[in-house]
């Protein structure tokens, strides 16, 4: 269940409205395009009155629509996710290390960040044509099952990776997906040792990965960086040996271009 709002830590002038409007907008997914107002407020955990009225504020500014008493997003959402896109002039300072990777290697890259208890793709660049979960900017995939998700719990200071463990519900996304809590600890601490992760058919059969932090000013991940093949043309050991040297290159690049951008930063929590 998503939850409108937190408790905690909010702030005297936090808005609850607006709050359970946006908390709306992200309850509709891949596995839920389109929700009757019961569905709406138990994924949210609202009361069905005040999921119909966040519901119908959002089809009166036309973020939603409804058709046959079932709700679904509209098109007008597209320009919240470009508005960040533009904003954050992602083409200009991210794409262009994405790109440089895809030359040299094929497959995939992607750069994310983390969200609560996922990982966030906010850009991606592929020549792949086969079936696969998306990476499109927006994405959001479990962070546990992905190699970016798992090189960003790494960088987490430990009590908050703690917290993470203890308040995730792991999801067994393969066959091969690593659910055991106590084996994902293992995993990160290994990660935190050596700076990046590989994985094998964790968030879907025939993708492998692997991954390194971006790291902020400080010296704190910011983000993550990946490159992604197919698992029946490439071996976790391949893509240490063959790409992880231009990873970490990229990473380190595109660690000093952020730098000269203050409010990408800040998007990415840098600051």
């Known amino acids: 269940m998503l939850h409108a709002t937190q408790e905690s830590g909010r702030p005297a002038e936090f808005v609850e409205a607006l709050a359970k409007g946006i908390a709306i907008l992200e309850s509709f997914d891949a596995q839920h395009p389109e929700m009757t107002l019961s569905d709406v407020a138990r994924r949210v955990g609202l009361s069905p009155a005040a999921a ?23 098109p007008k959402v597209l320009g919240l996710g470009s508005a960040f896109y533009f904003s954050a002039r992602v083409d200009e300072v991210l794409q262009p290390e994405l790109r440089r990777l895809v030359e040299v290697f094929g497959d995939a890259s992607s750069i994310g960040t983390l969200q609560g208890h996922d990982v966030l793709y906010i850009a991606h660049h592929s020549e792949q044509r086969a079936r696969r979960p998306s990476a499109v900017v927006g994405a959001r995939y479990p962070a546990h099952a992905t190699s970016l998700g798992r090189v960003l719990l790494a960088g987490l200071p430990p009590e908050e990776f703690e917290c993470y463990l203890r308040d995730m519900e792991p999801v067994a996304l393969t066959r091969k997906t690593v659910v055991d809590k106590d084996e994902l600890r293992t995993i990160v601490a290994d990660v935190r ?62 660690a000093e271009t952020i730098s000269r951008y203050p409010v990408l930063q800040s998007m990415m929590g840098a600051s």
């Open 52 to 74: 119909r009225r966040s519901l119908i504020t959002l089809q009166a500014l036309g973020y939603v629509g409804q058709s046959n008493k079932r709700f679904h997003l509209r």
């Open 193 to 254: 040792e050596t700076n990046y992760s590989t994985t094998v058919d964790q968030l879907d059969y025939g993708i492998t990965a692997i991954a390194v932090p971006i790291r902020g000013p400080s010296g704190r991940s910011i983000g993550a960086l990946n490159s992604s093949g197919y698992s029946g043309l490439l071996t976790a050991e391949q893509l240490v040996e063959e790409r992880l040297q231009e990873l970490r290159i990229s990473a380190a690049r595109l």
